[in-house]
């Protein structure tokens, strides 16, 4: 069994997640050209309530992250590493992660997320009240059907920092 840990800063990095993060960042843009100076969650909130966000997530976990999906149901919890490892390097987070085979743990501790970041930078736009629960319902959704624990600490979002521990089931290790 193998620990790895890898440490990255946005300035090792040239840009965002494209497929994920730019395809809710057009969405959201083209909301608030469109509607006002609202950004797609609270939109989505006012027209069909907490349950039209939900739903929201619910679709782009389901439509979208079939590459976390088969990554997890191919190598086990590395699965986890080979996904947040392209895709946090392609998003330009700031972040640490570990994959601890032997304890069946992997973890992302978020330094700082270019999405929340970007906008607390955008003066103009009031985040949606709970934005980064996003994170929590769209790989939650994907893991726990798998047999994952999926545990995130959304606590100092608003300093665009979070953390996430997913844990395998018994039997999970692959080679």
Not at 28 to 55: M, Q
Not at 85 to 105: K, Q, Y
Request: glycine share 8%.
């Amino acid at each position: 069994m193998t620990k790895k840990t890898i440490s990255r800063n946005a300035g090792d990095n040239k840009y965002l997640h494209k497929d994920f993060h730019g395809a809710l960042s057009v969405g959201i843009d083209y909301v608030h050209r469109n509607y006002g100076a609202s950004e797609l969650f609270k939109f989505l909130e006012s027209r069909g309530g907490r349950e039209a966000v939900e739903d929201f997530w619910n679709y782009l976990s389901d439509e979208f992250l079939g590459n976390l999906r088969t990554e997890v149901e191919q190598h086990g919890l590395r699965g986890c590493w080979l996904y947040w490892n392209h895709t946090l390097n392609e998003e330009a987070a700031d972040f640490t992660m570990e994959l601890d085979e032997t304890a069946g743990r992997f973890k992302i501790v978020m330094h700082h997320c270019p999405s929340m970041g970007k906008l607390l930078e955008n003066k103009h736009i009031e985040p949606y009240h709970d934005y980064c629960r996003h994170c929590d319902v769209l790989y939650r959704r994907v893991l726990e059907p798998l047999g994952y624990e999926f545990k995130i600490d959304l606590s100092d979002c608003r300093r665009a920092r979070c953390a996430v521990i997913i844990n395998s089931c018994a039997g999970d290790i692959k080679p």
